[in-house]
């Protein structure tokens, strides 16, 4: 049964023209595999509705593709040089969305190949491991939450140097200094610090002694995130 699930579509039925019912069943398969795929990626994650349409039908387009190269080394130059024009009119996606759209392309490129049980295989198997690790990240997020920037204005003649050493450590597990920035002409400094609060309920009491020593000026933190244009 297995061997007959996994054997190629046009090993089965020798290789020629493709039929009506070879291109609607790869069509087909391609598009429930972009769904599959649409719905992995939406798991506990924010994107945005074009993209997931986009998801959903890259291994239908792709799949054509294949097909109507078919074996023939001038269309399948041809279609290179158009795919390659699309990076110039796309803009650069995080990790995770880059992953996704090399995972939907791979799934189209097997079914353009005829080879629908493994693309079905590959797809459900690689889905059920993004789940499982988004599960996993999802559980761990309550130590990636403790991770904070934390960005002090001082006066130019405060020393920045130990006075708020003693906060930092009151309330964080570790701080490090990463950025001082002069400002104002020079009559003001920004200090930036990565830090690990010990406990996120204890956010405003560390705000309130800093504020108490860095005159009442301007204080933020905030959350630490990537660059949603970066890897």
């Not at 598009?31 to 795929?37: A, D, H, P, S, Y």
């Not at 005159?215 to 660059?227: D, H, P, T, Y």
Request: contains cysteine.
């Amino acid at each position: 049964m297995l061997d007959t699930i996994f054997v190629g579509l046009f090993e089965s039925t020798g290789y020629g023209p493709i039929t009506v019912l070879q291109f609607l069943l790869c069509i087909g398969i391609s598009l429930v595999i972009g769904l599959i795929l649409s719905l992995m990626y939406r798991y506990k994650s924010q994107c945005t509705r074009s993209f997931l349409l986009t998801l959903a039908m890259l291994p239908a387009v792709v799949c054509v593709v294949i097909l109507m190269v078919n074996g023939n080394i001038g269309a399948g130059v041809a279609i290179a040089g158009a795919f390659s024009l699309v990076r110039f009119r796309s803009v650069p996606g995080t990790a995770k969305e880059i992953g996704a759209i090399f995972l939907a392309m791979t799934t189209g490129l097997m079914t353009g190949m005829g080879q629908l049980g493994y693309a079905v295989l590959f797809a459900l198997l690689m889905s059920a491991i993004w789940v499982l690790y988004q599960f996993v990240s999802t559980r761990n997020s309550a130590v990636l939450d403790k991770h904070r920037t934390l960005r002090i204005t001082i006066p130019e003649d405060l020393n920045y140097t130990d006075v708020f050493t003693e906060p930092l450590n009151k309330y964080t597990s570790s701080a490090e200094l990463v950025n001082v920035k002069t400002t104002n002409l020079g009559s003001l400094f920004k200090l930036t610090y990565r830090i690990t609060l010990r406990s996120v309920t204890q956010e405003k009491a560390l705000i309130d002694d800093l504020r108490c020593r860095n005159g009442n000026l301007e204080i933020s933190l905030m959350r630490q995130e990537g660059n949603s244009n970066e890897l």
